[in-house]
């Protein structure tokens, strides 16, 4: 199994350091052609209007629109998460949300970069809360009938799946905590 990590800006590296970690081997992807090696993709935490802008300059985005399409199994985590969303609530205009989980996101919407916060996140089905590390993280404002949410905190969701994309509001890289990695590269 090869997993890219979109390389474009923001938290790829950390990512790369987490699959090496559990024995997968982790591509940066930044073309068309090194996403057409990968079988599943993470879009990291980073700047969502800067990754947008960034994905046209390298001619990615309709590439990776393409293999949304098909299925790719995808892991956005924060800026990530807003670039997989339906709608983007306070995007700047013409900024990309691919649609890949049905749900409304409202940028930065935990505050800003000073009112960043850790919160033990209780995931559905786990022995134990994951460490969530929240940085300018957007809240979850709505989410369709056929996202499966995972966690909450404070009552809005934090770690859904919709078919094979999987997203998270804070950035799981940043832990030592391997499990949302881990469970991403079982997704078919
Ligand atoms: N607020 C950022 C954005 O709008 C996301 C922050 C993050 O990824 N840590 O893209």
Same mark, same amino acid.
């Not at 969502?48 to 098909?70: E, F, H, V």
């Not at 809360?129 to 979850?140: D, E, K, Q, T, Y």
């Given at each position: 199994?090869?997993?890219?990590?979109?390389?474009?800006?923001?938290?790829?590296?950390?990512?790369?350091?987490?699959?090496?970690?559990?024995?997968?081997?982790?591509?940066?992807?930044?073309?068309?052609?090194?996403?057409?090696?990968?079988?599943?993709?993470?879009?990291?935490?980073?700047?969502?209007?800067?990754?947008?802008?960034?994905?046209?300059?390298?001619?990615?985005? #309709? %590439?990776?629109?393409?293999?949304?399409?098909?299925?790719?199994? =995808? @892991?956005?985590?924060? *800026? &990530?998460?807003?670039? !997989?969303?339906?709608?983007?609530?306070?995007?700047?205009?013409?900024?990309?949300?691919?649609?890949?989980?049905?749900?409304?996101?409202?940028?930065?919407?935990?505050?800003?970069?000073?009112?960043?916060?850790?919160?033990?996140?209780?995931?559905?089905?786990?022995?134990?809360?994951?460490?969530?590390?929240?940085?300018? #993280? %957007?809240?979850?404002?709505?989410?369709?009938?056929?996202?499966? =949410? @995972?966690?909450?905190? *404070? &009552?809005?969701?934090? !770690?859904?799946?919709?078919?094979?994309?999987?997203?998270?509001?804070?950035?799981?890289?940043?832990?030592?905590?391997?499990?949302?990695?881990?469970?991403?590269?079982?997704?078919?």
């Amino acid at each position: 199994m090869k997993v890219g990590v979109l390389a474009l800006q923001g938290a790829f590296g950390l990512h790369e350091r987490a699959f090496r970690r559990i024995g997968v081997a982790a591509l940066q992807v930044r073309t068309a052609s090194e996403l057409a090696e990968v079988d599943r993709l993470v879009i990291p935490g980073g700047e969502s209007t800067a990754m947008s802008k960034l994905l046209d300059a390298n001619g990615l985005t #309709a %590439p990776l629109a393409d293999r949304l399409a098909g299925g790719m199994p =995808v @892991l956005g985590t924060c *800026a &990530g998460l807003i670039l !997989l969303a339906a709608e983007v609530v306070d995007g700047y205009p013409g900024q990309h949300c691919f649609g890949a989980v049905d749900m409304a996101v409202r940028r930065n919407g935990y505050g800003r970069q000073s009112e960043s916060f850790s919160a033990p996140v209780d995931v559905r089905g786990w022995e134990s809360a994951f460490p969530g590390v929240f940085i300018r #993280a %957007p809240v979850v404002e709505s989410a369709g009938a056929d996202v499966e =949410v @995972l966690a909450e905190l *404070a &009552g809005a969701p934090v !770690l859904c799946r919709q078919g094979s994309a999987v997203v998270s509001s804070f950035h799981p890289e940043l832990s030592e905590d391997d499990r949302v990695h881990r469970w991403f590269a079982t997704q078919q």
